[in-house]
C-alpha cells in the first residue's frame, strides 16, 4: 500500500525550532517530486516547499522562505521539513503529499498530517 | 503569483442533483490545474487533474474542464458521499496555489 505518514509536529514557543518527517512506503520514493502543505484550523490549503526526485531543487513559498528547509534522504524514503524561527502564523496541520510525477504535478498521495502549534 | 479564486464560497445542493464549481487564474495556468475533495479531519484527495483528467478510482460523475485562466469542477449527481470542500490547484508556476476552496452543503 502506497503511504505517506508523517511525524514530528507538536507544541512549540515562538522563535523555536521543529523538524517534520515524513515516512513514504509502498513505492520507489525515489523516482517522485515531493511536497509539504499546510492547512491552518478552519483555513484553506497553502504549500509550503517542494523538492524534486533527486533533491537537486527546492522551492519555497515567500511566507516560509529562510526559515523553512526541505530535504530528502532517498535512502531512508524520508523527506524531512526543518522549521526555524517559528511564527504563530505557522500554526497548522502539516502534509507531506507526493508529486505525480518525476519532476512535478499534482499532488497524488497524501499523509494523514502532523499538527504544529506555535505558542508561548 | 497565481492568484486562484474559487466560487462560491459554498453551494447548497440536494442528493441528485448536479453541482458546478468554478475556479479563476489571475494569469493562465495552460491545463496544469487540478482539484482535489477535502472531507472534515481528512487529508485531501486528488480528483482531477490536468485540468480534465480523472485521478486513479474518481467516479466518473466528476468531470473537470477549462484552460487558461477559467476552469469548471462538474459533479453531475451529487452523493451524499460527495458532500465535502473542494479545491483548485495550479501547478503551472512557482509557487503553487490553491483556491480558498468551495464547501458544497446539503
Known amino acids: 500500500e502506497v503511504q505517506l505518514l508523517e511525524s514530528g509536529g507538536g507544541l512549540v514557543q515562538p522563535g523555536g525550532s521543529l523538524r517534520l518527517s515524513c515516512a513514504a512506503s509502498?513505492?520507489?520514493?525515489?523516482?517522485?517530486?515531493m511536497s509539504w502543505v499546510r492547512q491552518a484550523p478552519g483555513k484553506g490549503l497553502e504549500w509550503v516547499s517542494a523538492?524534486?526526485?533527486?533533491?537537486?531543487?527546492?522551492y519555497y513559498a515567500d511566507s516560509v522562505k529562510g526559515r523553512f528547509t526541505i530535504s530528502r534522504d532517498n535512502s531512508k524514503n524520508t523527506l524531512y521539513l526543518q522549521m526555524n524561527s517559528l511564527r504563530a502564523e505557522d500554526t497548522a496541520v502539516y502534509y507531506c503529499?507526493?508529486?505525480?510525477?518525476?519532476?512535478?504535478?499534482?499532488?497524488?498521495?497524501w499523509g494523514q498530517g502532523t499538527m504544529v502549534t506555535v505558542s508561548s | 503569483e497565481r492568484v486562484m479564486t474559487q466560487s462560491p464560497a459554498t453551494l447548497s445542493v440536494s442528493p441528485g442533483e448536479r453541482a458546478t464549481l468554478s475556479c479563476r487564474a489571475s494569469?493562465?495556468?495552460?491545463?496544469?490545474l487540478a482539484w482535489y475533495q477535502q472531507k472534515p479531519g481528512q487529508a485531501p484527495r486528488l480528483l482531477i487533474y490536468?485540468?480534465?483528467t480523472r485521478a486513479t478510482g474518481i467516479p466518473a460523475r466528476f468531470s473537470g474542464s477549462g484552460s487558461a485562466t477559467e476552469f469548471t469542477l462538474t459533479i453531475s449527481s451529487l452523493q451524499s458521499e460527495d458532500f465535502a470542500v473542494y479545491y483548485c490547484?495550479?501547478?503551472?508556476?512557482?509557487?503553487?496555489?490553491f483556491g480558498g476552496g468551495t464547501k458544497v452543503e446539503i
Open positions: 503529499a507526493r508529486r505525480l510525477w518525476l519532476e512535478g504535478g499534482p499532488f497524488d498521495i
Open positions: 509502498g513505492f520507489t520514493f525515489s523516482t517522485y517530486a
Open positions: 523538492t524534486s526526485s533527486s533533491a537537486g531543487s527546492t
Open positions: 494569469q493562465s495556468v495552460s491545463s496544469n
Open positions: 490536468g485540468a480534465s
Open positions: 490547484q495550479q501547478d503551472n508556476n512557482w509557487p503553487l496555489t
